[in-house]
């Protein structure tokens, strides 16, 4: 079945750094858009980013441009968040989730999410 | 302050219907394509309807979806206490930011 599986989460000072993964099973992974999406404590959700299936086209939320880094390996059916200049405000807990492009974006499945908790 | 608009809350009795809105403008619901999101307590969200009025294979079809100008509507018929649960809208934003948007989130209660 499809699968999302998210890795890489913990606990980073603010200003450091943090790379999340997600490995894709279950569908051929280098056909689908993908994207992260996350959710702070509480709160509802937030896009962050997302990624064409040749990695040609991304965008970001402009809370994470400049910062946040959104790449795949098809070869690897994975898919890689690198997260710099953390803040007290980018913890959550991080989604992947398979997508379709615009205008029809929708995500799914999700993965069970990974948490990033920024603090000193 | 979400982009799209969602009601914080709604509430219904077991078996009857529930509808939820979602609020936005020309630049994201007004041009394009609105999916709807349950997340029921500490699990991820899943995908309940794309393409404003599709629903993904093994949603049952008591979940449905509207779109008419710059809003949407979920709605949910024969309410189970299952569907406790929490419902977001998203879209595409076409505005000077490119990006995807996604409603404050709405608390269903059965009540």
């Not at chain 1, 699968?3 to 689908?32: H, I, M, N, W």
């Not at chain 2, 018929?77 to 409603?103: K, N, P, R």
């Amino acid at each position: 079945q499809v699968q999302l599986v998210e890795s890489g989460g913990g606990l980073v000072k603010p200003g450091g750094s943090l790379r999340l993964s997600c490995a894709a099973s279950g569908f051929t992974f280098s056909d689908y858009y993908m994207s992260w999406i996350r959710q702070a404590p509480g709160k509802g959700l937030e896009w962050v980013s997302y990624i064409s299936s040749s990695g040609s086209t991304i965008y970001y939320a402009d809370s994470v441009k400049g910062r946040f880094t959104i790449s795949r390996d098809n070869a690897k059916n994975s898919l890689y968040l690198q997260m710099n200049s953390l803040r007290a405000e980018d913890t959550a807990v991080y989604y992947c989730a398979r997508s379709r492009p615009r205008p029809a974006v929708w995500f799914d499945p999700w993965g069970q999410g990974t948490l990033v908790t920024v603090s000193s | 302050q979400s982009v799209l608009t969602q009601p914080p809350s709604v509430s219904a009795a077991p078996g009857q219907k529930v509808t939820i809105s979602c609020s936005g403008s020309s630049s994201n619901i007004g041009n394009n394509y609105v999916s709807w999101y349950q997340q029921l307590p500490g699990t991820a969200p899943k995908l309940l309807i794309y393409e404003n009025n599709k629903r993904p294979s093994g949603i049952p079809d008591r979940f449905s979806g509207s779109k008419s100008g710059t809003s949407a509507t979920l709605g949910i018929t024969g309410l189970q206490t299952g569907d406790e649960a929490d419902y977001y809208c998203g879209t595409w934003d076409s505005s000077l930011s490119a990006h995807v948007v996604f409603g404050g989130g709405t608390k269903l209660t059965v009540l």
